[in-house]
């Protein structure tokens, strides 16, 4: 079955929010086709094999929630209307609430989505009888938080689905300032208890985010999934490099929507699909009518993004459309301080496979600073559906609403679920196929270990560079240790012996401790001192290099982690055929491991590199290779030269690894076969590469499939690799 959310969402492939989300008759959920469970003609796309065992399943930390006691409202009432903003515009609102058993209040804590996709769907006659609302991606969760106990209020956007109202650029102002209206008027009902959690998954998680953003007093916590941080790095361009494979499809599934329509390739789902849901009157009762007809004409004045991305370079260029100022504006880390400010507990939540979304996750986890926050990195793709690591890909096992709804019963409903026991950060090492906790992120035990391009197209994790460090590290170490006990007394004590003075047994102590520390100090100086001349030859030889010819359609393929993002991949089998795509790409490997080696974290790109143009694109995959030389993916990272300046100085959140402004003021071209530097983090994993196993460094010149050729050409770039220009990676090894 054709997999239809990559018509109609591009970039959320929301098979479902808390993913878990299947039916009997289906195994992948994805946007639009969860209908098909009640008709004779759906069909498995995928299936797990024989004996599958899923290896992500919750275990003791983060611990599996017993969610299902709690389920007692078995049935609810649907209230479907228009509500009118202050602008007259019409938002369509669905509200869910659960019917009130005996002895209960009948108030409860309200659960918020909002998003640009249809919030339901109304289907054909005689098809219609057959799924009762709430349908659509969502509806096993929205079904299961309102058997727990949940109102549940489902919003079509501003300029979206049944909602009137155009829409320039994404997350525009007035549609946030419609959620604080919309919050106001939830707040007010007689059913609710004043209390607001708000979740969402890509899209939705980013309106999810800007409901905190927005410092309402009633929101208390935000689950947010599979959502950008940073707009032009961390979806639209990655390291500067236009993501066209997601904005050409998203934009194409977003104007078949607006039109009210299935994408073309939607297939038998149009013979019962027929159209967005419609509200048949507003919240005092009136009738509706002509409402929908005029948000069909409004909705035709929406731009398509990727005609803005299409005349974009820098961050802060305004696209050639009737678009934002720049990508900022509309970006969740610009109002990072005002979301922190406003109190609510953020579950940030992605997947090593979920395209850059998991460095994003990563970067408001260690930007924002509420305690309650909580990181969690599973070895999924965009939506969760898979585990989607080479080790044991399948259906994943990790009980996503009941994780959910966990971080929302204590911090809504004030229950003891465990969680705030638990370390706040949970990550799953691929291979090992295990879940660990973590205090922090990366973990405090995760150690830089550089391994360097050397020549034949190996790596080496010792040279005359990485020993001469070594041996500066060891001086700055007994140095600084000098410093420290001078600072603390020795100074008082070595006047006491130049004015041959007594001194206390204790200060002979320390006297001895200080001799010892100088003793090492002054060996390293000399050592140091002794190998000055060589060193300066080192410095003046221009060492190797190797010559790489760009090819321009070269590609990973179709099966990739950005393509997850965009709604195309369908399977958990991500980058099969690696051997195949790297004897395209410039490799090198080091000697088999004498022993397992787990990284964890984002590793570092440092390399020097010239090119014949005045550009150049560079991705850089790290890689496994087994005993009998198959290739794995791990992770990557991409950096247009163009943008290489690093600009720490500039960082308005925290991530790891070098900043790069994408700024116009920083753009630097290349200088036709001049070295130049170029520093950038890889995209985070945790991964175990196993004893007699390679690390491989595999380098391109493109990603035609998924990324624009920014630079129109084929040039040649050449890898120096010397003590002069040390080019290497920096691997984050658990100690």
């Known amino acids: 079955m054709q997999n239809l959310m990559q018509q109609m969402e591009g970039q959320e492939r929301l098979r479902t929010l808390f993913l878990r989300v299947q039916t009997p008759l289906m195994s992948r959920t994805v946007f639009f086709s969860f209908f098909l469970f009640t008709f004779s003609f759906a069909q498995a796309q995928y299936k797990d094999p024989k004996g599958y065992v899923a290896s992500d399943s919750n275990q003791e930390s983060p611990a599996k929630y017993d969610w299902e ?7 609810y009432t649907r209230d479907s209307y228009y509500l009118v903003m202050r602008d007259s515009i019409k938002i369509a609102i669905d509200v ?17 989505h909002q998003w640009r996709y249809w919030r339901d769907f109304d289907l054909k006659w005689p098809y219609s009888w057959l799924s ?6 969502l509806g096993k969760f929205f079904k299961t938080v309102l058997a727990n106990g949940y109102a549940l209020v489902s919003v079509d956007s501003r300029g ?29 009902q007689s059913w609710s208890d004043g209390s607001i959690g708000v979740a969402g998954a890509s899209y939705s998680g980013t309106t999810s985010e800007f409901a905190a953003i927005s410092k309402h007093p009633a929101v208390k916590a935000v689950v947010n999934m599979y959502s950008l941080f940073d707009v032009y790095p961390d979806n639209a361009f990655p390291g500067g490099i236009h993501n066209i494979g997601f904005t050409e499809v998203w934009g194409e599934a977003n104007e078949a929507l ?3 329509e299935l994408p073309p390739k939607a297939g038998k789902a149009k013979k019962f699909v027929k159209g967005v849901s ?11 009518k002509g409402v929908f007809e005029k948000a069909q004409e409004e909705h035709k004045n929406n731009v398509n993004v990727n005609d803005g991305a299409l005349t974009i370079v820098y961050r802060d260029d305004k696209a050639e459309s009737r678009a934002a100022v720049s990508s900022d504006v509309f970006s969740p880390h610009t109002y990072w301080k005002e979301q922190d400010a406003s109190g609510a507990a953020i579950y940030n939540w992605s997947g090593w496979f979920d395209g850059s979304y998991n460095d994003a996750a990563v970067k408001r986890y260690l930007t924002l600073t509420n305690p309650k926050n909580r990181l969690i990195l599973g070895p999924w793709e965009h939506g969760g559906s898979f585990n989607a690591g080479h080790t044991n890909p399948g259906r994943s096992g990790f009980d996503h609403i009941g994780e959910a709804l966990r971080f929302f019963d204590h911090h809504m409903k004030g229950w003891d679920t465990g969680i705030s026991k638990e370390k706040p950060v949970h990550y799953f090492t691929m291979v090992e196929e295990k879940w660990k906790a973590s205090d922090v992120w990366p973990p405090k035990n995760s150690e830089y270990k550089s391994v360097f391009f050397d020549e034949g197209n190996t790596l080496t994790w010792r040279n005359n560079f990485s020993t001469h460090e070594e041996k500066k590290g060891e001086m700055k170490f007994w140095g600084d240790s000098l410093n420290h006990l001078k600072s603390t007394g020795m100074n008082k004590v070595l006047k006491k012996l130049e004015g041959e003075g007594t001194v206390s047994p204790a200060d002979e102590k320390r006297l001895a401790e200080y001799r010892n520390v100088d003793k090492e100090y002054q060996r390293v100086l000399a050592e140091l001192n002794a190998e000055a001349p060589q060193v300066k030859q080192w410095r003046d030889n221009e060492g190797g290099a190797d010559v790489y010819q760009v090819d321009s359609t070269t590609s990973m393929g179709m099966y990739v982690k950005y393509r997850s993002v965009s709604g195309q991949l ?3 089998h991500t980058y099969p055929d690696r051997n195949k795509r790297d004897s395209l790409l410039f490799v090198y490997d080091s000697e088999p491991l004498v022993e397992d080696m787990e990284v964890t974290g984002h590793a570092l790109v440092d390399i020097f590199i010239s090119s014949s143009t005045t550009d150049a694109q560079v991705f850089v995959y ?4 087994d005993e009998n030389g198959k290739v794995e993916y791990v992770t990557e990272g991409e950096l247009r030269a163009l943008h290489r300046k690093v600009s720490n100085d500039k960082a308005p959140y925290k991530q790891v690894g070098p900043y790069h402004s994408f700024l116009k003021e920083d753009g630097q071209p290349l200088v036709p076969g001049e070295v130049a530097q170029m520093q950038f983090s890889m995209l985070p994993i945790s991964y175990l590469f196993k004893k007699g196993h390679r690390v491989r460094i595999a380098i391109a010149g493109a990603d035609a499939d998924q990324f624009r050729n920014m630079t129109n050409d084929e040039p040649q770039y050449t890898f120096h690799r010397s003590f002069k220009y040390p080019s290497r990676v920096e691997l984050p090894v658990i100690r």
């Open 69 to 75: 006691k709690n389920a007692k409202f078995k049935n």
């Open 96 to 112: 869910y609430v659960p019917k009130v058993k005996k002895g209960h209040h009948g108030k409860f804590p309200t659960i918020l």
């Open 132 to 137: 009762p609302a709430p349908n659509g991606p």
């Open 160 to 188: 979206s689905g049944a909602s009137e109202g155009s829409r320039a650029y994404p997350w525009t102002q007035e549609e946030r300032d419609d959620m604080v209206e919309i919050i106001d008027h939830l707040i007010a």
């Open 258 to 260: 607006d039109r009210n």
């Open 278 to 288: 419609l509200p048949k009157k507003f919240y005092d009762g009136r009738s509706a």
């Open 570 to 572: 369908k399977t958990p």
């Open 622 to 625: 790290l890689e496994d290779v």
